[in-house]
């Protein structure tokens, strides 16, 4: 049997999240443990780009979903300024797993500012309507612990070859990624509205950055806020990782004592670098934690 072209293996699917068009991959059959994978939120990211062979790998076991957050790949591209990215995401992602019909729950896994929105998912779980059975986040910090100048670098991006390939080269082992793998990227740039959306939400006033608005109610304060989590939590961290800093994992650890921590010898993204190590740590982690299993 031929194997399928790079980025073509999957067939899309396309689902109402609420008011939003959203576009994801499934694979496995229904009736299994569900994962919903998460995907970075870097210029281009689509839901197989990031978990492409990470999909494949856990298919066997599990029912996977892979959905692409607002303003990424085929889903709507949307910008709210009068919530947090995160809040707008994890809403969303709630919504979704609604849609397709999650009643009993789904493992949410998320990779880089996917597993921000996770954990951040997690220490909110008591008051959200995204119903998580646990949380795993692959080099999602939740905002803090992150370097300044590699942040700076992945968010000033102008579509171009070279400007997608200098943010794979970030997000994985230098020499890793692919022809493919950039062209994909710099392709999906170029999607109307995608741009857009993810520049529009680096905007600030300039009057209001040095104070606090008081018509603003005060928010609880991440990553202390982690430790009200109430499900399982894992985090982690590649020890070459040139965008969060060294140590991250255990410092959330610090707020959350019952997180897990896994190290790999990775840089920011092993979902890239070690998808079968990484499927294969996410099904031993899913399927000790899971209710039925």
């Known amino acids: 049997m031929s194997q399928a072209p790079p980025f073509e293996r999957h067939e899309e699917c396309f689902v109402d999240a609420g008011p939003y068009r959203t576009r994801y991959i499934e694979a496995g059959e229904a009736g299994r443990p569900a994962v919903v994978l998460v995907h970075d939120g870097a210029f281009g990211t689509d839901a197989e780009l990031c978990w492409g062979d990470v999909i494949d790998a856990l298919s066997s076991e599990f029912h996977v979903f892979a959905p692409e957050l607002l303003g990424w790949g085929g889903t709507d591209k949307v910008v709210d300024f009068a919530r947090s990215r995160y809040e707008i995401q994890i809403a969303h992602l709630a919504n979704f797993v609604t849609a397709v019909g999650l009643d009993d729950g789904a493992h949410l896994v998320g990779a880089s500012f996917g597993g921000s929105v996770v954990v951040r998912a997690a220490a909110a779980a008591s008051a959200s ?165």
């Open 129 to 293: 309507p995204l119903r998580m059975l646990s949380a795993v986040s692959i080099s999602g910090t939740g905002g803090p612990f992150r370097r300044y100048e590699a942040v700076q670098r992945l968010g000033d991006y102008t579509p171009s070859l070279e400007a997608a390939r200098e943010i794979s080269r970030l997000l994985t082992d230098p020499a890793r990624p692919t022809e493919e793998h950039v062209r994909r990227r710099y392709e999906n740039s170029l999607i109307h509205g995608h741009w857009e959306a993810l520049k529009a939400g680096q905007l600030r006033n300039p009057a209001r950055t040095s104070r606090r608005d008081p018509s603003t109610p005060p928010t609880a304060r991440f990553p202390e806020v982690l430790g009200r989590a109430e499900v399982p939590v894992l985090l982690v961290e590649g020890t070459r990782d040139p965008i969060n800093e060294a140590g991250w994992s255990r410092k959330l650890r610090a707020c959350c004592p019952r997180a897990e921590v896994v190290e790999m010898d990775s840089g920011h993204s092993p979902n890239l670098d070690r998808p079968a190590e990484v499927a294969a740590m996410i099904s031993k982690f899913v399927t000790r934690v899971h209710p039925s299993l």
